[in-house]
């Protein structure tokens, strides 16, 4: 019983740093398809703000300089991806996987000019990472049975930005539904014309939700560098980006289920790294790569509409060209 | 009324593009510290400059026509069928199993029968997302995005677990065949006094490939599906007016689409590697995005554009290789193209459209 514990905390540890980008990239993706511009360009910013920060904290030597050089890096890609949808019109689509390969090829190209590692920044030491909090009375609280592990291990002993995940599914779900901008973000996602009929800017929205998701995206990618791990690594986001995607579809594009959806996702990481357990406890073996595929998979049924329909932002994906 | 020339909307807008993505490209490269008239040169003469050069460039270009003719023909029914990597590694499961499992007697019987096996693997990857657009309504880029990655998971187990041979510690499958042997572009000349490089890859998919491209063009602007397909992709709404089925177009349109990806496979598959390995698409199917944008999603399009992303690869091979500047720089190149010809497109148009309109103006 005691070690399926031990088990527990450190599957639903690791599940909650795992899905801490997962949860930053979706909300990122939220605010801007909620505002009706499609982002599958979530993982090259990502990318380019972990290549970013992790660069800038090993030269800085400091981790707060390096999150504000990463998500600036992310804010550019997503200015390019405003510039892009909005301004020009294009295709979303087109242009978020322009900049996913814009990501993917600059930074490998840029790390081997700055450091010539073959791609990868040097490796980050104390000052360059972010180090792990530990809340208040975790020490003294660690020895209560049941709820002193479960608060010394689980809740305490992550880096600030896991935390700021969290509190952003609140603040999310707060500016979307509780404040004038939300409102009109929302209803610039569903029926533009209507907000420009209101005489509210559909363009000057828009652009603040890229620019929103250009941030949230920024965390998400200096979170991968110098919290979940000490440097980047050539494409080290591995996907992450569209598995933030698929859970905001999982999620029908709200800010609670998002969070629900990219535990279940994490969790699905976590127990990846972990397959030993599943044979130790539920006594079958389960493959890897089934566990890899599954929040795809997850995800294609759920957009099939088997399980409760996922309907996506009326406007999604339509510039808005204003009437004459 | 028609704001520009015919000429300018196929010729002028894609030259401009192109010339905004390599200037950036260049800049790019100076931005690393490198010299970039150098570079194009150590690219031309790697790539162009001997017969070893062109055969890995149209190695590479031949997977390019495959996959570039599958985006193509998703976009004239207005989808956008991201998918075609995925649908090429499960090509190569269809190529690996004819050619293993079944004894042929000569290549041009394992050439046909590998052909017809990708392309059925191919599609049927592809119908899943075809019928989840077409009957339900699920959008087909993510799901194609999904397909993807569960195809390379699939991949993966199937080539860890199954079809390992015994004892064998890499993730691929047995050798096969020595009959299922394709002629390479050195063999197919030789009769004919043409020396080519004996070393280069180069073999004769590329003719399938080029046939391919000619089938898509009769297909799309010869026939009655054809016909039905763009008017699918101009107005769904006019489409159903006429009595078109969308369900049967967009299923259709993505059979074809995810078929012509899944026999960029007998290239790399059956002509290269002779047998089945672990990401033998080296993202081939990402850049027929970037050709059928170039392209303007017209077979002789996807076919130049083809032979230009296949000198860029093999040109950024010799970089590598020589350089300091890494392989990625053809990933950028590929975002830059992407993004000038397929999102940014308005940019160069719009600007365009004026000039044509104030000069017609004048006269």
């Known amino acids: 019983m005691l070690e399926f514990f031990q088990d527990f905390i450190t599957v639903s540890d690791s599940t909650l740093r795992l899905s801490t980008p997962l949860l930053l990239a979706c909300l990122a993706g939220l605010f801007s398809e909620r505002a009706g511009i499609f982002d599958i360009g979530l993982e090259g910013k990502m990318l380019a703000a972990a290549f970013f920060s992790a660069a800038i904290a090993a030269v800085s030597g400091s981790v707060w300089l390096g999150l504000l050089a990463g998500i600036s890096a992310s804010l550019a890609l997503a200015l390019l991806h405003g510039v892009a949808s909005i301004t020009f019109r294009g295709n979303q689509l087109i242009s978020g996987v322009a900049i996913n390969f814009l990501a993917a090829g600059m930074t490998v190209l840029i790390a081997q000019s700055w450091f010539k590692q073959g791609g990868r920044t040097p490796s980050l030491f104390a000052g360059g990472r972010f180090k792990e909090i530990t809340l208040p009375f975790a020490d003294t609280l660690a020895s209560v049975p049941i709820l002193g592990p479960l608060y010394a291990d689980l809740i305490s002993g992550h880096s600030i930005l896991v935390y700021v995940a969290l509190a952003t ?75 933030a995607l698929a859970a905001l579809i999982f999620a029908k594009w709200r800010p609670w289920y998002a969070l629900s959806s990219c535990l279940l996702f994490g969790f699905l990481q976590a127990i990846a790294l972990r397959a030993d357990l599943i044979e130790k406890y539920l006594g079958f073996k389960v493959q890897v790569h089934l566990l890899d595929a599954l929040p795809y998979i997850l995800t294609v049924i759920i957009l099939a509409g088997f399980v409760g329909k996922a309907i996506p932002p009326r406007a999604g994906g339509e510039p808005y060209v204003k009437e004459r | 009324m028609q704001k520009m020339p015919q000429w300018a909307d196929v010729v002028l807008i894609p030259l401009i593009s192109l010339i905004l993505a390599a200037t950036l490209s260049a800049l790019v490269i100076l931005g690393i510290g490198e010299d970039p008239i150098a570079a194009v040169n150590m690219m031309i003469k790697g790539s162009l400059a001997s017969t070893y050069g062109w055969g890995y460039t149209l190695y590479y270009a031949t997977n390019f026509m495959f996959t570039g003719l599958a985006v193509a023909v998703a976009f004239h029914a207005r989808m956008f069928n991201i998918g075609g990597e995925g649908q090429a590694m499960i090509g190569g499961l269809g190529v690996a199993l004819v050619a293993l499992y079944i004894p042929w007697p000569h290549w041009s019987l394992a050439l046909v029968f590998c052909t017809i096996g990708a392309a059925i693997f191919g599609a049927a990857w592809a119908y899943i997302p075809a019928v989840l657009q077409a009957k339900r309504g699920s959008h087909i880029v993510i799901t194609t995005i999904m397909f993807n990655f569960i195809a390379a998971a699939l991949l993966n187990y199937l080539l860890v677990n199954i079809l390992i041979p ?92 995810g078929g012509l990806a899944g026999m960029m496979a007998i290239n790399v598959t059956l002509g290269e590697s002779e047998r089945l390995i672990l990401n033998s698409t080296e993202g081939a199917g990402f850049i027929g995005i970037a050709v059928a944008l170039m392209g303007r999603s017209h077979p002789f399009g996807v076919i130049l554009a083809s032979i230009l992303f296949g000198f860029l690869y093999q040109g950024g091979a010799e970089l590598a290789l020589w350089t300091n500047i890494p392989r990625e720089l053809i990933v950028v190149i590929q975002a830059l193209v992407i993004m000038f010809t397929g999102a940014l497109d308005n940019m160069v148009r719009m600007p365009l459209e004026k000039l044509f309109v104030a000069l017609r103006k004048e006269t």
């Open chain 2, 166 to 257: 015994e004892g064998s510690m890499d993730p691929a499958t047995a050798n096969f065949p020595e009959a299922t042997h394709l002629p390479t572009l050195h063999d197919l000349l030789a009769p004919f006094g043409i020396k080519f490089s004996k070393a280069a890859p180069a073999n004769v998919s590329l003719i399938v490939a080029l046939l391919a491209a000619f089938a898509v063009w009769i297909l799309i602007w010869r026939t009655k599906l054809g016909y039905e397909i763009r008017a699918f992709g101009h107005s769904e709404s006019a489409a159903k007016y006429a009595g078109i089925n969308p369900v049967k177009i967009t299923v259709i349109a993505m059979l074809i689409s």
């Open chain 1, 169 to 243: 599914v609140p603040l999310t779900w707060w500016v979307l539904y509780r404040t004038r901008f939300g409102l009109r973000l929302r209803a610039v996602g569903e029926a533009p014309e209507a907000v420009d009929t209101a005489g509210v800017s559909v363009i000057g929205l828009r652009y603040s939700a890229v620019l929103i998701c250009g941030v949230l995206c920024g965390i998400a990618g200096a979170y991968m560098a110098t919290g979940l791990q000490a440097g980047f690594v050539k494409d080290m986001t591995a996907g992450r980006g569209y598995i």
